[in-house]
C-alpha cells in the first residue's frame, strides 16, 4: 500500500510536520453538490447508491473534482452494519432512516450477531477498493462506521430520536442487554472497519454522533468503554504503512482528555468546544479535527474565510491539526463557498508556517 501523493492529511493524524493544514470535509459528498444529486437521482434511492460500487465510488470522487480536499471518504452510510444485522433499513422520505425490526424483544437481542463484512457487506468493500484504484494515489482514502452507542440508538429506537427514550430505559433498567448489543456490536465494527483497511482504507473513522445524549457517567459506560474496544481491535498498519484512526463524538469535548486516552490518533471536535483549548487539554497524545460550525457557510464568502482563519489562529502553529467542520456539511450550503474554505484553510495555514 503506497502512501498517496499527497499524504498531507495522513502525516497530520500522526502529528508530523506538514507545509499546510489538511482538511476534508464531513458528508463532503452530499446533497449540497448538483452532481451528487443527479447520480442520485440515476440510483433511484439513497440505499441503492450506497449498494452500487460504481456509484458509490462515483460520488465519492464528485467533491475532489470541484475542490482541493486533503481525503476522500467513502461514501456509504453508518447504518450498513445494523442493515446486514437482519434489522431492514430503509429511507422513509422527510423522515430519514428507519429499520423495520428494531430491538424490542429480549430474544431478538439475544439472538443479535456480528455480521461478515466479506458476505451481507461485500458491497462496501467493493467500493473502497474501486475508489481506491480511482483515486489512483493521489489522496489518502478514509474508511468509516457509526460508534457501538450510536449504532445501538437506530437498531432499538427504530429511526433517529428527540429523547432517546427507548434506548436510556434499557441501559438504566436493563444494562447487561444494553451491554450485550453494544457488545455485539462492537465486535461487528471491529470487523467491518477491518475489511475496509483490508479493501484499501488508509484511515478510518468512527462517528459517535449520539454519544453526547448520555450523561458523564453513563458515556463512560456504554460509549466510551466500547469505542476503546473498537480502537483495540482495529488493523493499526498495512503494508508496512499505519492506518490513524479518527473518534468523533458529538457533544463530546466535556470528555475530551478521556477520548484522547483510549488509543486513537486523532480526536474530532464539533463546533461547540474551542479547538486552541482542547489542543492545551490533550497537549501531544493525538492530533485534533475540526471544528468549524457547519452554519458559517451560509454567511458571506468574507465571513466564511475569517472563520476559517480563527479556527486556525485558535489552533496555533505546529503539527497536528486536520481542518474539518464540526459536523456534517449542510445540503443547503452554496456550493463555492465550500472552495473558499477550502482555500483560505491551504493559504492561512501556508501563510502560519512561512
Not at 463532503?28 to 433511484?44: D, I, M, N, V
Not at 483515486?135 to 462506521?145: C, E, T
Not at 486513537?264 to 486552541?276: K, N
Amino acid at each position: 500500500m503506497s502512501r498517496p501523493k499527497n499524504d498531507t492529511f495522513l502525516r497530520a493524524l500522526l502529528r508530523q510536520p506538514t507545509e499546510y493544514t489538511p482538511v476534508w470535509l464531513m458528508r463532503q459528498a452530499g446533497r449540497y453538490l448538483p452532481e451528487y444529486c443527479e447520480t442520485r437521482k440515476r440510483a433511484g434511492s439513497f440505499l441503492q447508491l450506497c449498494k452500487s460500487p460504481a456509484m458509490a465510488c462515483e460520488v465519492t470522487l464528485q467533491p475532489l473534482a470541484r475542490y482541493d480536499l486533503d481525503a476522500a471518504i467513502l461514501f456509504s452510510d453508518i447504518l450498513t452494519v445494523p442493515d446486514a444485522m437482519g434489522l431492514g433499513l430503509y429511507f422513509a422520505e422527510g423522515e430519514g432512516p428507519r429499520f423495520e425490526r428494531p430491538l424490542r424483544d429480549e430474544w431478538e437481542i439475544r439472538n443479535l450477531s456480528v455480521p461478515d463484512p466479506h458476505a451481507e457487506l461485500q458491497y462496501v468493500m467493493d467500493a473502497v477498493s474501486e475508489i481506491r484504484r480511482a483515486l489512483d494515489g493521489s489522496v489518502p482514502l478514509i474508511g468509516f462506521s457509526g460508534s457501538p452507542w450510536t449504532l445501538a440508538c437506530y437498531m432499538v429506537e427504530g429511526g433517529a430520536s428527540d429523547d432517546y427514550r427507548k434506548i436510556k430505559t434499557l441501559a438504566y433498567a436493563r444494562p447487561e442487554l444494553m451491554h450485550h448489543i453494544l457488545d455485539v456490536t462492537a465486535r461487528a465494527v471491529i470487523a467491518y472497519l477491518n475489511a475496509q483497511i483490508e479493501a484499501g482504507a488508509q484511515a478510518v473513522m468512527v462517528f459517535d454522533s449520539w454519544g453526547g445524549v448520555l450523561s458523564e457517567a453513563a458515556y463512560r459506560e456504554f460509549s466510551l468503554a466500547y469505542l476503546e474496544k473498537v480502537i483495540a481491535g482495529l488493523t493499526r498498519a498495512r503494508e508496512g504503512q499505519p492506518v490513524p484512526s479518527i473518534v468523533f463524538t458529538k457533544g463530546g469535548g466535556l470528555w475530551l482528555e478521556s477520548i484522547a486516552a483510549i488509543g486513537c490518533d486523532a480526536v474530532g471536535l464539533d463546533w461547540t468546544f474551542d479547538i486552541g483549548r482542547a489542543r492545551t487539554l490533550v497537549g501531544d497524545r493525538v492530533a485534533l479535527q475540526g471544528n468549524l460550525d457547519p452554519a458559517i457557510l451560509f454567511a458571506p464568502p468574507e465571513v466564511v474565510a475569517q472563520e476559517a482563519r480563527r479556527v486556525l489562529d485558535a489552533y496555533g502553529p505546529g503539527p497536528g491539526h486536520v481542518f474539518n467542520l464540526g459536523h456534517g456539511i449542510s445540503q443547503f450550503t452554496p456550493p463555492d463557498h465550500v472552495a473558499v474554505l477550502v482555500d483560505t484553510v491551504h493559504a492561512h495555514s501556508r501563510s502560519q508556517r512561512a
